[in-house]
């Protein structure tokens, strides 16, 4: 189920959102032109498990280095597919989180839920050293947030049935529900496996999610639209 755009237009400009797409891109780009520092550069800002859990013994350990990636992270990304993937999601539903929470929270918003999920991912993966990148944390925060708030709104999705691509609109519950189930069964049948730390990171996706629900519940509302 793949969603290509919602029937629940904003009001307003979504410039946070064009801006962490914008800023994203040009990340990305700097990847590219990174060459064979590009290991180097995705260690250095990206989560790593065990330079958080075992920081205080690592030789050269800074507050800085530690815990910048927390922020840093969320801006990386593993390839193409993976940058496309996340800038879709949070172009379809991310103007109408940042329109219901307005600029500022909104950025707050994004990035404790980045930030929420990374440490979910620290939790179960402690003695990983692969490092963990990508959006998708900050942005399963949006969804949840979008899927709470907007839950009726429709969205118009493209489920493959093998040669064929039917095109058709649900409600924002049922394909942002059913989009949850999927990270949380492909989580729970990789969990013995989490320790490797390899692949999707499945619970920073879960635990975006179940943040952006919360704390849509608590951040104050610019404009609140139920649908």
């Known amino acids: 189920m793949i969603p290509i755009r919602d029937r629940n237009p904003s009001g307003t400009f979504p410039l946070v959102t064009v801006s962490i797409i914008f800023i994203n891109v040009v990340v990305f780009i700097i990847q590219l032109s990174a060459g064979p520092r590009l290991d180097a550069l995705l260690f250095q800002f990206g989560v790593v498990p065990i330079k ?9 350990s800074t507050f800085a280095n530690t815990y ?11 390839g193409f597919v993976h940058l496309i993937g ?5 172009w379809i539903f991310g103007d109408n989180i940042e329109e219901t929470l307005g600029r500022f929270r909104f950025i707050l918003f994004y990035l404790l839920c980045g930030i929420g999920s990374a440490m979910v991912h620290i939790y179960l993966n402690s003695q990983s050293g692969i490092p963990c990148v990508g959006a998708s944390g900050a942005i399963a925060g949006v969804l949840g947030a979008y899927m709470v708030t907007f839950p009726r709104a429709r969205v118009l999705v493209i489920i493959p049935l093998f040669i064929i691509w039917e095109i058709i ?7 942002l529900g059913f ?6 069964f492909s989580g729970a049948a990789a969990i013995s496996k989490v320790q490797g ?7 920073a996706h879960i635990g975006g999610f179940i943040l952006g629900i919360i704390l849509i519940k608590i951040f104050p509302k610019s404009r609140y639209r139920r649908l």
């Open 52 to 60: 958080v859990i075992y920081s205080s013994e690592i030789p050269g």
């Open 68 to 78: 910048f990636p927390f922020l840093s992270y969320m801006f990386l990304h593993g």
């Open 86 to 90: 996340n800038m879709w999601y949070l």
């Open 169 to 175: 609109e649900l409600p924002a519950v049922f394909v």
């Open 179 to 184: 989009w949850f189930l999927i990270q949380f």
């Open 197 to 203: 730390g390899g692949g999707v990171a499945w619970w």
